[in-house]
């Protein structure tokens, strides 16, 4: 028998992060904060609305016509502490980030 671990370390920073078999590779909260899109800029990741998708906006910026959507909104590319990630649309609200290339993730599909 495999032990299976349901809560794994977030992959920024070894915090024990509640997960699924969905979502193997979350990054916790506090990791997610720190993500900045393909140009550098810090972010923050929403849902889009009720229904679900989500929106990525670009932190910092003083635009008088509101928050800068961030190019991560289209492609799901961000980057926590250099490293890409894919960010999504948790099946059950909020949002997901997980590394690109970690090979627990893309299992089961
Ligand atoms: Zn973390």
């Avoid at 904060?33 to 800029?41: I, K, L, Q, T």
């Avoid at 229904?51 to 959507?69: C, R």
């Avoid at 059950?92 to 993730?105: K, M, R, S, W, Y």
Wanted: aromatic content about 4%; some cysteine.
């Amino acid at each position: 028998m495999t032990e299976v671990d349901l809560d794994p370390p977030c992959p920024g920073c070894g915090q024990k992060v509640p997960t699924t078999a969905r979502y193997p590779r979350p990054y916790c909260r506090a990791c997610v904060a720190r993500a900045v899109d393909v140009n550098g800029d810090r972010i923050t990741l929403t849902n889009a609305n009720l229904l679900g998708g989500f929106v990525a906006h670009v932190l910092g910026t003083d635009d008088p016509e509101g928050p800068v959507v961030s190019p991560a909104t289209e492609t799901g590319e961000v980057f926590i502490d250099g490293r890409p990630c894919r960010a999504a649309e948790h099946r059950f609200g909020g949002i997901v980030v997980q590394p690109l290339g970690d090979p627990e993730v893309g299992r089961g599909h």
